[in-house]
Structure formats: C-alpha cells, structure tokens
C-alpha cells in the first residue's frame, strides 16, 4: 500500500502508520464531500493528503449542475442578478469543478450601451461588465460561452422537477456547468466573419471537433449580431459546412457574444459570427422537434411533446432545451404565458429546461438513437434548418451517471 499525504512513491515502512493515514485520508474525504468547490480548492492548499483527498471528490462529483436567476433575483442592484447567484452559488451549493460553462443573459439589462465622446458623430457603444465580473467567479482553465438573448427560458435551481419558467421580459439568466465527464468531450467553437474571406477552411471545422469526429453526437449552434448586414447568409453558410452528417443539430439567431474565454484573441462584441458548443461520446443520445407555425395552441404543443416523447430518450442525466422565436410565447398563445414549457415538464418531469427567444431557429425533427442511427419522426428536407415564427425543442443526454 503507497503512502497517502506522503511521497507516494514507494511502500510505507510503518503498516501502523499507513493504517492510520489511511483511516484518516477517510476521514477527511468524508468532512470534504460536504464543502462546495471552492471551498474544496482552498482546503487542497492544507497539505499533500488534503490536495489527494480533494482530487479524489471531485472526481466522484460529476453531475451537470446549474445557476439560475429569475424575476424573483432581479433588481435595481449594479450587478446583473445572475452574477450574483452565481457568486453565492458557487461560494456556498455548487459541489463540482466547472469545465465547461455556457450562460445565457437577458440583452435587456445584461449589456450596457454608452455614448461615445470626442468623435465629430456621436455614437454608442455596448460594455460587457457583467459578463467581466461573471468570468471572474471561475477558474482561469474553465471554458465560458455565455450569449444575450431578447429573453429567456430557465428552470429554477434545485430540482429538474421545478417547473420551467419563459421570461420573454426582463432580468434572468442561467449557467449550465459541465464538469470533465468521463467518455464526453464538450467542446467550444466560434467562427468570426471575415468580409475579405468567407471561406471556411475545412481545418477550421476539424480543430473544434465538427468534421473528422465519428464521436460528435450534438451541436448547438448560434448566430450572433444577427441584425448586421450579411450575418444570416454567414450563419447559413457554417452550418451548411456540417448540417449533412449525422448528427443533431439546434440553436438560433441571438443579439450578442457576450463571453468565449476558450478565444485566444479578445473579444470583439461588434462582430459577426457562430459560435457553438459541440457534444462528442458515444454514450451521447439526443433528439430534436420542431414546433412550427401551426403550432399555436396547448394540444399542437402537446403533439410535438409526443413526439419527442416517443425518442425514448432516457431522462435521467438529460438535459433540455428549447430555442424560440420571439414572436412566440406570451401573445402567440393568445395572451396564456408559459405553455411550451409547460408542455415539456408535463412530459419530461425530471428533465431541467434552458433556452431563449431570439431571432430566428435552428433545427428540425431528429433522433438520434442508442446504437447512432439517424432518424426522422417526420418529412423534413435535409436543408430545411432555418425557421423563423418556431421554436425547437432538444434532449442531450450524456449518458448514465456511474
């Protein structure tokens, strides 16, 4: 037996002392599984035996947690209230070391616009404070892709069983964290429009996992300053470089980037471009469905529901996620609020939802099953991706948690 909190290198030549490091090491996995992350970090600087015993509990803590914050968290506080869940969240209740995180933002409240001075035509200019002080709260290692969105779709913290809630206005947001999973690679990418070369390499695409991958399941994919001249046809032109593999693909159009920690060039919030998160493992099982226009009441939703339903996706450790347009929600259900949420978590009570309202969606009807076959729940063309009036529903799940 090596010696635990000692040099490890070799055996101990005192069983007594080995039988009582050993016990202790015990001892204090058990006191550390009871502390947050954070506080699990700072415990590792004590000594050798605390830094192996920390190592050895966040290993065993690999759930997929979330932050979320709410009209309830609002205020007329500076710090956008997501940033302050996500700092007392992960002081005191968040028990795994992100490695991954992706956020989403009201554009609201969550960026600011300042005029410019000392230029012959005044003009304005959008800050990221927020999304600074949020990236802050984790480790420097950690991948963050947060985005802004006209509104949001969350569900509140503690349970998948909350019911989820669309907030189409005002002050929210949530944070998904992925810890390193094992057999899963999450992965981040962003394309930047280039108006002098709109082409896109196939090494691009290969570097961030998205062709030459037989692992990658899932991507989420979104367009950025979606209002500028050319960044549909951009949006269109990316996803076009891998929307025939097989593979689920969902996502929309949203208002800003607001945070890539993973770029090695800083952020430049006045561009264009796609970024994305990609799924990759074969333990990865999803499906996606399409609410279309004609899907304007509580039974139609209901009917997409069955369909998603009928993926056998199974729920536990799965993850939802419902991308719609803003034209849709409150006023489109003749003035009833929350009635695709609320469709979801009647069909997939145990399963957390996250999402947004943007500008323009992504995806169609797809499955893909346990043993990697592609399948369709109906007629959709191959190229049919873009939507605008709809919404998209998806299930990732990632496995089954050891």
């Known amino acids: 037996m090596e010696l635990l909190g000692g040099g490890g290198r070799g055996p ?37 035996l605390w830094r192996e015993c920390a190592r050895r509990v966040l290993r065993l803590q690999r759930g997929v947690t979330w932050v979320s914050a709410g009209l309830a968290g609002a205020g007329r506080r500076q710090d956008h209230c997501l940033v302050r869940a996500l700092a007392e969240e992960l002081e005191q209740n968040v028990h795994i070391l992100p490695q991954t995180v992706l956020y989403m933002a009201d554009s609201e409240t969550f960026i600011s616009l ?11 200019r959008t800050t ?38 669309e907030i189409e206005i005002g002050e929210s947001g949530f944070a998904l964290l992925f810890p390193q999973i094992e057999g899963i690679k999450i992965q981040p990418f962003h394309f930047i429009k280039d108006p002098k070369n709109l082409t896109l390499e196939r090494h691009q695409l290969t570097e961030v996992g998205l062709l030459d991958n037989p692992e990658l399941r899932v991507v989420l994919v979104f367009g950025y300053n979606c ?18 593999m097989n593979v689920i693909l969902a996502g929309g159009q949203v208002d800003n980037l607001a945070s890539l920690t993973s770029d090695k060039q800083p952020l430049d919030i006045d561009a264009t471009g796609v970024v994305g998160l990609s799924f990759s493992g074969h333990r990865i099982q999803s499906a996606t469905v399409l609410l279309n226009e004609d899907v304007n009441d509580e039974k139609t939703v209901e009917a997409a529901m069955q369909r998603l339903k009928a993926a056998n996706i199974p729920e536990r450790n799965t993850i939802g996620f419902m991308f719609a347009c803003v034209g849709r929600g409150f006023q489109y259900y003749r003035a009833k609020g929350n009635v695709e949420a609320d469709a979801f978590r009647k069909f997939f009570p145990s399963v957390p939802l996250f999402g947004f309202f943007g500008n323009g969606e ?38 089954s948690s050891k």
């Open 12 to 48: 101990c030549a005192d069983p007594q002392g080995t039988f009582v490091l050993g016990n202790l090491a015990e001892v204090v996995e058990r006191v550390l599984t009871f502390l947050p992350a954070k506080a699990l970090l700072r415990a590792a600087g004590v000594c050798r």
């Open 128 to 165: 990221m404070e927020a999304a600074f002080a949020l990236e802050k709260l984790f480790p420097k290692q950690c991948h963050i892709l947060g985005i802004v969105t006209p509104g949001i779709v969350v569900t509140p913290m503690g349970s998948g069983n909350n019911r989820p809630q």
């Open 227 to 244: 209002c500028k001249v050319g960044a549909n046809n951009y949006l269109q032109r990316v996803v076009s470089a891998f929307s025939d």
């Open 362 to 399: 992504i995806g169609c009807d797809r499955i893909v099953t346990g043993n990697f076959v592609l399948k369709k729940c109906n007629e959709v063309k191959d190229d049919d991706l873009f939507h605008s009036y709809t919404t998209i529903m998806v299930l990732i799940h990632l496995g």
């Open 114 to 124: 300042e005029e410019c001075r000392g230029h012959k035509r005044a003009r304005k």
